[in-house]
């Protein structure tokens, strides 16, 4: 597998608070793409980040990449309860087309 | 916006029975892919494809088929449904080469296979 030890996590916060999800990666990669998929609907993106960056903003969000660590982080500031979703990071390279999907964080943010 | 549909969007099918799943991008995207989506395994690569005419297998490819006859349009196929089969299929587009950039999913095909 592409990734470490992952399970589907649940994070349950209120509307209003700063939340943070995390993802490891095993093999190499040139990009990590965050996206989000609300219940229904297939996925959006919401950032790309390359590996010679350690960070990207868009909005209320911010992803990082560590690449010596092999591991990214996607925050949102200023939850709403539209962020509600389920939350995967991806994995792409130069080798190969497609994109590796982790399972997700579920964020349920609650007005 | 990118825009991709999927048709149809829910589907009941017999087990041994043929299904077709198709989808349409009206971006002009070179790249296409289906993946599925199940419970404790996320997203998983079935089939992509580079432009018409072109399918190539992705890391689950067994016991589907793929067709491009078009930029636009981009099929799967089941000749054979199995219920290991049930599952949400995307679709999805992209433009970049080698994975670079973004992919712009459609709402997704609900299978049952009974």
């Known amino acids: 597998s592409q990734w470490g030890e992952e399970n589907l996590q649940a994070l349950s916060i209120q509307e209003g608070e700063d939340v943070t999800m995390n993802c490891s990666y095993k093999?190499?990669?040139?990009?990590v793409q965050w996206y989000r998929q609300k219940s229904g609907k297939g996925p959006a993106q919401l950032i790309l980040?390359?590996?010679?960056?350690r960070e990207k903003r868009s909005g209320r969000l911010r992803a990082t990449l560590d690449t010596s660590s092999q591991s990214s982080s996607l925050s949102i500031t200023g939850t709403l309860a539209t962020d509600t979703a389920v939350y995967f990071c991806?994995?792409?390279?130069?080798?190969?087309?497609?994109?590796?999907f982790g399972l997700g964080t579920r964020v349920s943010v609650f007005p | 916006e990118a825009a991709v549909t999927q048709s149809p969007r829910n589907k009941v099918a017999v087990t041994g029975g043929k299904v077709t799943l198709s989808c349409n991008q009206t971006?002009?995207?070179?790249?296409m892919y289906w993946y599925r989506q199940d419970t404790g395994h996320g997203l998983r690569l079935i089939h992509y494809?580079?432009?018409?005419?072109?399918?190539e297998k992705g890391d689950i490819p067994d016991g589907y088929k793929a067709s491009r006859p078009s930029q636009e349009n981009f099929s799967l196929i089941l000749e054979l449904a199995t219920p290991s089969q049930t599952s949400v299929y995307f679709c999805?587009?992209?433009?970049?080469?080698?994975?670079?950039?973004?992919?712009?999913f459609g709402p997704g095909t609900r299978l049952l296979v009974l």
């Open positions: 971006n002009n995207h070179n790249n």
């Open positions: 980040i390359r590996s010679n960056e």
């Open positions: 991806a994995t792409g390279n130069n080798y190969a087309q497609g994109l590796t």
């Open positions: 494809s580079y432009g018409a005419g072109s399918t």
């Open positions: 999805a587009s992209g433009d970049a080469p080698l994975n670079q950039d973004t992919q712009y």
């Open positions: 093999t190499y990669t040139t990009v």
